[in-house]
């Protein structure tokens, strides 16, 4: 068996502004700079065998801090990356609607399968996710891996282990710097735990623990 502790990046200031970021790119904010630095010392109390980064630069810059408290190495793979959101990209989600209004309309109705224009689908987002975390997984058949990613690559495992349909996830909160711990044994995979942020210290830290579900690959 193999455990997961996924982590989304610090706060960015394109999240601040409402902005779809993709695979373009906003750097942390001071709040996001001090989120990574509390995830770093939760981090650097425990064991683990492993970091993996998405390459994308706010999810790389939370990976550094973390590695600096480890005193690790850091190693980089495009397939962690955020869904490419092709022409939404660097806008806010009413610039979306003015600018792209059939785009926007098809993202809603079509689902999981649609590819923005010069983007990705929800569907390929996932599958590359998957593909490298089982390679990981495989890799490290016994390990603890720490892995630094992002809230729509989360969504997307959460939905694809519990079995919920598309979208299901944005009914639960995918916090900055959030503590996400997911095993994938033989027979599949299995949430552990879900928005743990107890290491950010504020008032409104939630742990949502789900009973073990395996599901097939």
């Not at 700079?33 to 970091?51: C, E, K, T």
């Not at 998405?54 to 990976?63: M, Q, V, W």
């Not at 990613?149 to 997307?156: D, E, F, K, R």
Request: charged share 25%.
């Amino acid at each position: 068996m193999t455990r997961f502790i996924l982590v989304r990046h610090g706060e960015t200031e394109w999240n601040v502004e409402g902005r779809e970021m993709g695979h373009l790119d906003s750097p942390l904010t001071p709040l996001g700079v001090s989120q990574a630095r509390r995830l770093a010392g939760r981090l650097a109390a425990i064991h683990f065998d492993a970091l993996y980064s998405s390459d994308l630069g706010r999810a790389a810059e939370t990976a550094r801090i973390a590695a600096d408290a480890c005193k690790c190495e850091i190693a980089f793979d495009p397939r962690l990356r955020e869904r490419n959101m092709g022409i939404f990209e660097g806008l806010t989600r009413s610039e979306m609607e003015s600018r792209f209004p059939e785009e926007r309309a098809a993202y809603r109705q079509k689902g999981p399968s649609y590819v923005i224009p010069r983007g990705e689908s929800a569907d390929q987002r996932v599958g590359r996710a998957l593909q490298c975390l089982d390679e990981l997984a495989a890799r490290h058949p016994s390990g603890t891996l720490v892995v630094v990613t992002h809230g729509g690559i989360l969504m997307g495992l959460f939905e694809f282990v519990l079995g919920l349909p598309f979208g299901s996830a944005n009914r639960y909160v995918r916090a900055n710097c959030s503590w996400n711990v997911f095993l994938r044994e033989p027979k599949g995979w299995i949430l552990e735990t879900w928005g743990d942020v107890s290491h950010l210290e504020t008032r409104d830290a939630a742990v949502v623990r789900v009973p073990p579900t395996i599901l097939k690959p």
